[in-house]
């Protein structure tokens, strides 16, 4: 830049100018900067706890702590007992004993510490980290946005303690009916031709928002996932649980041991429940082969109306899993000839479900009023305000298409029931339409269907 460095500059006004002009974009972008939020909500301006307060904003949706065996998520206020912030956060079961949780309290301009009560959820299923709920009853008198958490109790230099802020601190009427919570997209996910069936279907029966916490997926998903953001409708959390944990691609320690189950699929979970309390009135935890299918409604608002009636205080919903085979495939009357070249299944094709083993649990999935949820789990609410219902499976049921769950058994003990088919006039259309609008169709070479 040689403008104000040339001596006979013929204008110091414009080079005075320029410098003030600097300093407000760098005092800008340091402002910015600092209130860089992981979540997307901006934190407003002035409520930066400011300089008794010190610490770097955490940056990530998993922030490591210095005891490398526990991992800070989230911290949610939660008034619905006590005034206590609930961080959800990922920790070894054994090797974390204390955990101390740093308030900023804004209104005293002073930092309080307190000791956090470290609750384990029961659902681990033998890995050695599981889903915590650290547990830090807010001072009375204190008025904080922001915490921070610590292993020791920190009467040390705090410059290099991780800052949340702290959501949900104001309840809201959910501006939303219908949230579908998908946790954690990993292994380069393909299953394109799916994925965009199941979304279609969401949205025909009623969603509004899906929350996907994504790992990682193929550069073909990213395409569809980009036209569902552009719309509105997705919005994604990125999940990068593996760059801190050995993570299982198994739901049980034993299948092939590591640290934390399914990518962190209950962590994930939770954190979409506490994230939409105040944001959606029911949150469905399913994934992406999965759609809760109502026999007798419409869709979920007709569903949902005709349950609240009959069952006041009710506010978790399980419907019955059933698992149409994907290694099943059947004719069809209809002509699916332009989706195959996208990769993943054609959901159409595969009408042969599993009985009821009436022996077996049942893999529920659920449809939950996040106010009344404390803690879930994958199937079933593990703590809870009110009651829980299991939904009869002639009202609606999970419609689950994956790989068979008794693999053994053989195909004729199966049972034809095209279900699905009945969507056939109205999802066709719309998924040809987002395979071209989403340039997975249309412009340029058909992408290759991949095998497997
Ligand atoms: C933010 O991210 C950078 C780079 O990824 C990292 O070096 C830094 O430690 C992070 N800050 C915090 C508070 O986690
Ligand atoms: C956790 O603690 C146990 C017993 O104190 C120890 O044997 C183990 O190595 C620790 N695990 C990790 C991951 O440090
Ligand atoms: C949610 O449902 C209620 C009635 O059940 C309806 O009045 C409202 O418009 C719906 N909100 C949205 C965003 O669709
Ligand atoms: C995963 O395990 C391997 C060895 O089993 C270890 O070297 C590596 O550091 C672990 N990675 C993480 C992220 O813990
Ligand atoms: C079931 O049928 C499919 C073909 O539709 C076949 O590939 C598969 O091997 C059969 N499985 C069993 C257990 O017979
Ligand atoms: C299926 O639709 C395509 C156009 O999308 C058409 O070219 C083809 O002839 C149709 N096939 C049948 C069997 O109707
Ligand atoms: C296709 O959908 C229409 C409208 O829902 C339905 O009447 C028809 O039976 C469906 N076709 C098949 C073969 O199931």
Same mark, same amino acid.
């Given at each position: 830049? !040689?403008?104000?460095?040339? @001596?006979?500059?013929?204008?110091?006004?414009?080079?005075?100018?320029?410098?003030?002009?600097? %300093?407000?974009?760098?005092?800008?972008?340091?402002?910015?900067?600092?209130?860089? /939020?992981?979540?997307?909500?901006?934190?407003?301006?002035? @409520?930066?706890?400011? +300089?008794?307060?010190?610490?770097?904003?955490?940056?990530?949706?998993?922030?490591?702590?210095?005891?490398?065996?526990?991992?800070?998520?989230?911290?949610?206020?939660? $008034?619905?007992?006590?005034?206590?912030?609930?961080? %959800?956060?990922?920790?070894?079961?054994?090797?974390?004993?204390?955990?101390?949780?740093?308030?900023?309290?804004?209104?005293?301009?002073?930092?309080?510490?307190?000791?956090?009560?470290?609750?384990?959820?029961?659902?681990?299923?033998?890995?050695?980290?599981?889903?915590?709920?650290?547990?830090?009853?807010?001072?009375?008198?204190?008025?904080?946005?922001?915490?921070?958490?610590?292993?020791?109790?920190?009467?040390?230099?705090?410059?290099?303690?991780?800052?949340?802020?702290?959501?949900?601190?104001?309840?809201?009427?959910?501006?939303?009916?219908?949230?579908?919570?998908?946790?954690?997209?990993?292994?380069?996910?393909?299953?394109?031709?799916?994925?965009?069936?199941?979304?279609?279907?969401?949205?025909?029966?009623?969603?509004?928002?899906?929350?996907?916490?994504?790992? !990682?997926?193929?550069?073909?998903?990213?395409?569809?996932? #980009?036209?569902?953001?552009?719309?509105?409708?997705?919005?994604?959390?990125?999940?990068?649980?593996?760059?801190?944990? *050995?993570?299982?691609?198994?739901?049980?320690?034993?299948?092939?041991?590591?640290?934390?189950?399914?990518?962190?699929?209950?962590?994930?979970? #939770?954190?979409?429940?506490?994230?939409?309390?105040? $944001?959606?009135?029911?949150?469905?935890?399913?994934?992406?082969?999965?759609?809760?299918?109502?026999?007798?409604?419409? /869709?979920?608002? !007709?569903?949902?109306?005709?349950?609240?009636? =009959?069952?006041?205080?009710?506010?978790?919903?399980?419907? =019955?899993?059933?698992?149409?085979?994907?290694?099943?495939?059947? =004719?069809?009357?209809? *002509?699916?000839?332009?989706?195959?070249?996208?990769?993943?299944? *054609?959901?159409?094709?595969?009408?042969?479900?599993?009985?009821?083993?009436?022996?077996?649990? *049942?893999?529920?999935?659920?449809?939950?009023?996040?106010?009344?949820?404390?803690?879930? +789990?994958?199937?079933?609410?593990? @703590?809870?305000?009110?009651?829980?219902? =299991?939904?009869?499976? /002639?009202?609606?049921?999970?419609?689950?298409?994956?790989?068979?769950?008794?693999?053994?058994?053989?195909?004729?003990?199966?049972?034809?029931?095209?279900?699905?088919?009945?969507? #056939?006039?109205?999802?066709?259309?719309?998924? #040809?339409?987002?395979?071209?609008?989403?340039?997975?169709?249309?412009?340029?070479?058909?992408?290759?269907?991949?095998?497997?």
């Amino acid at each position: 830049m !040689s403008i104000c460095g040339r @001596k006979n500059s013929s204008s110091p006004r414009i080079c005075g100018f320029l410098f003030i002009f600097t %300093l407000f974009l760098v005092s800008y972008y340091w402002k910015r900067s600092q209130s860089w /939020d992981p979540l997307n909500e901006n934190v407003e301006e002035g @409520k930066w706890p400011g +300089s008794f307060c010190k610490g770097r904003l955490a940056n990530g949706t998993i922030t490591p702590l210095q005891d490398k065996h526990s991992f800070i998520i989230t911290p949610y206020s939660d $008034k619905r007992q006590e005034n206590l912030i609930r961080v %959800l956060s990922i920790i070894h079961h054994q090797n974390v004993s204390n955990l101390y949780c740093i308030f900023c309290c804004e209104n005293s301009q002073m930092i309080e510490v307190v000791q956090g009560e470290i609750d384990v959820h029961k659902d681990r299923f033998g890995f050695p980290y599981g889903t915590t709920d650290l547990l830090c009853l807010q001072p009375e008198d204190c008025e904080a946005h922001f915490i921070s958490v610590h292993p020791e109790n920190p009467n040390l230099e705090l410059t290099h303690l991780p800052l949340f802020p702290i959501r949900n601190l104001y309840p809201e009427k959910p501006s939303v009916n219908f949230t579908i919570c998908m946790s954690t997209m990993f292994g380069k996910y393909d299953n394109v031709l799916q994925f965009v069936q199941s979304m279609e279907l969401y949205r025909l029966l009623g969603v509004q928002r899906v929350m996907i916490y994504k790992n !990682s997926c193929s550069p073909l998903m990213d395409k569809v996932l #980009n036209y569902y953001i552009s719309q509105g409708i997705v919005e994604i959390i990125p999940w990068p649980i593996d760059s801190y944990l *050995n993570v299982s691609t198994r739901w049980h320690y034993s299948m092939e041991g590591k640290d934390l189950g399914y990518y962190g699929q209950i962590a994930a979970l #939770n954190d979409c429940v506490y994230y939409n309390m105040f $944001k959606s009135k029911y949150v469905l935890l399913i994934d992406p082969d999965e759609v809760i299918l109502p026999l007798k409604d419409a /869709d979920w608002k !007709s569903l949902m109306e005709r349950l609240e009636k =009959e069952h006041p205080g009710v506010g978790i919903f399980l419907f =019955e899993n059933q698992v149409f085979h994907r290694t099943v495939f059947s =004719e069809t009357p209809f *002509n699916f000839s332009s989706w195959t070249t996208v990769p993943g299944f *054609n959901v159409f094709e595969h009408i042969h479900k599993e009985p009821k083993d009436v022996h077996s649990f *049942n893999n529920m999935k659920m449809i939950v009023d996040p106010t009344k949820v404390i803690q879930t +789990s994958v199937h079933s609410v593990l @703590k809870m305000y009110g009651g829980s219902l =299991e939904v009869p499976s /002639d009202l609606a049921f999970n419609f689950h298409c994956r790989i068979g769950k008794h693999m053994n058994s053989p195909n004729s003990t199966l049972i034809r029931d095209p279900v699905f088919w009945r969507y #056939n006039k109205t999802l066709i259309p719309r998924v #040809n339409d987002v395979l071209f609008k989403s340039g997975i169709l249309g412009a340029g070479d058909p992408p290759q269907k991949q095998k497997g």
